[in-house]
T-cell receptor, first 108, second 115 residues
Framework: RKEVEQDPGPFNVPEGATVAFNCTYS??????FFWYRQDCRKEPKLLMSVYSSGNEDGRFTAQLNRASQYISLLIRDSKLSDSATYLCAGGSQGNLIFGKGTKLSVKP | DAGVTQSPTHLIKTRGQQVTLRCSPKSGHDTVSWYQQALGQGPQFIFQYYEEEERQRGNFPDRFSGHQFPNYSSELNVNALLLGDSALYLCASSSGPGQGAHGYTFGSGTRLTVV
């Protein structure tokens, strides 16, 4: 079993839709969790840190459930510009383990 | 304030050759981590350098080696290139080896193609 697993995707949604990504992790020693966004042929960019208490930034909400060992990302009112690959990552001691990523396509 | 810079941006090499990739950390950062991202995969941790020493290493063969210089910049060397080494190589810097907990900022990467 991979240490970090994500929904396989791709997700094709209309503009304005709400979309949710889930990610499970197997290493209970992981201390920090993040969502990254990656555009085609570009580097991943940090989108949000993920906390047990939940973390909201505009249309984006991230949540960590340590008991079930999963993290989630919710995007509300999706825009065309949200089209990208979303990567979850967990880590400790300074190195991150990434999921494979889930591709999101938002259509007009 | 320059962020993480990597060079070259693109590189084509032949199987069996050796390659060196370079990374300059963000100003004020002293730790450099390298990741390999194959097509359709998430980035995989190669190793991390701090105080000119390799501090952590992922599951990569000895063909992958690195170096950190006194100015904190770093090199990634790959010997005896295989077709499977074709990937985007990403560098991330941080202030201290444990600061990845705050989330890394990556450089724009070096895209290596092995033919």
């Amino acid at each position: 079993r991979k240490e970090v697993e994500q929904d396989p995707g791709p997700f094709n949604v209309p503009e304005g839709a709400t979309v949710a990504f889930n990610c499970t992790y197997s290493n209970s020693a992981s201390q920090s969790f993040f969502w990254y966004r990656q555009d085609c042929r570009k580097e991943p960019k940090l989108l949000m840190s993920v906390y047990s208490s939940g973390n909201e930034d505009g249309r984006f909400t991230a949540q960590l459930n340590r008991a079930s060992q999963y993290i989630s990302l919710l995007i509300r009112d999706s825009k065309l510009s949200d089209s990208a690959t979303y990567l979850c990552a967990g880590g400790s001691q300074g190195n991150l383990i990434f999921g494979k990523g889930t591709k999101l396509s938002v259509k007009p | 304030d320059a962020g993480v810079t990597q060079s070259p941006t693109h590189l084509i090499k032949t199987r069996g050759q050796q390659v060196t990739l370079r990374c300059s950390p963000k100003s004020g950062h002293d730790t450099v981590s390298w990741y390999q991202q194959a097509l359709g995969q998430g980035p995989q941790f190669i190793f991390q350098y701090y105080e000119e020493e390799e501090r952590q290493r992922g599951n990569f063969p000895d063909r992958f080696s690195g170096h950190q210089f006194p100015n904190y910049s770093s090199e990634l060397n790959v010997n005896a290139l295989l077709l499977g080494d074709s990937a985007l190589y990403l560098c991330a810097s941080s202030s201290g080896p444990g600061q990845g907990a705050h989330g890394y900022t990556f450089g724009s990467g070096t895209r290596l193609t092995v033919v």
